[in-house]
T-cell receptor, first 116, second 115 residues
């Protein structure tokens, strides 16, 4: 696609339920990032994928959070047993991974997660 | 620790005037990249301008320019001839390619443009 696509744009769930957030990066981009943006805060790094390398999971806040990237393209962020403090906007970004634009991230519009 | 500080949570500017948003960062690396991103109410982050640390010349993109002071670890954004469409959250960020893959973001500055 022309840009990074995230779905759903909004998600309301009940405490304790599992949720899956999807990110479809720009075609050909090898790098993919997930961030969490809480109200009034900056972006908190969650996880990074680069090609076929093992992902950098150093930002995941707990073992309830996990992410996959299938076939080097679409990524899914899963939050198990959601808690109210998980409420935030989850942003995905992709990057070419090489070339002159390798340090530029292209962001999706995010998924706003509300845990009741 | 890798940190980015934006000391102005909110700023306002009159339409057509100039405003400067401040940013300081902390890294021991000599090779890094600096960015300013804009986040309008649509939530989608848009790259405004970027600067390579090894370049002494300040980057410019039309009405947007930076004042990069490497020794002071300062990277301010100047918006000239402010327009209503400039109203947004602005985030300063940097990346150090030799110490991992993360981009480090500040907490943002909310810019209001007054007609």
């Amino acid at each position: 696609g022309a840009g990074v696509s995230q779905s759903p744009s909004n998600k309301v769930t009940e405490k304790g339920k599992d949720v899956e957030l999807r990110c479809d990066p720009i075609s050909g981009h090898t790098a993919l990032y997930w961030y969490r943006q809480s109200l009034g805060q900056g972006l908190e790094f969650l996880i990074y994928f680069q090609g076929n390398s093992a992902p950098d999971k150093s930002g995941l806040p707990s073992d309830r959070f996990s992410a996959e990237r299938t076939g080097g393209s679409v990524s899914t962020l899963t939050i198990q047993r959601t808690q109210q403090e998980d409420s935030a906007v989850y942003l995905c970004a992709s990057s070419p991974g090489q070339g002159p634009a390798k340090n530029i991230q292209y962001f999706g519009a995010g998924t706003r997660l509300s845990v009741l | 620790a890798q940190t980015v500080t934006q000391s102005q949570p909110e700023m306002s500017v009159q339409e057509a005037e100039t405003v400067t948003l401040s940013c300081t960062y902390d890294t021991s690396e000599s090779d890094y990249y600096l960015f300013w991103y804009k986040q309008p109410p649509s939530r989608q982050m848009i790259l405004v301008i970027r600067q390579e640390a090894y370049k002494q010349q300040n980057a410019t993109e039309n009405r947007f320019s930076v004042n990069f002071q490497k020794a002071a670890k300062s990277f301010s954004l100047k918006i000239s001839d402010s327009q209503l469409g400039d109203a947004a959250m602005y985030f300063c960020a940097y990346r150090t390619p030799n110490t991992g893959n993360q981009f480090y973001f500040g907490t943002g500055t909310s810019l209001t443009v007054i007609p």
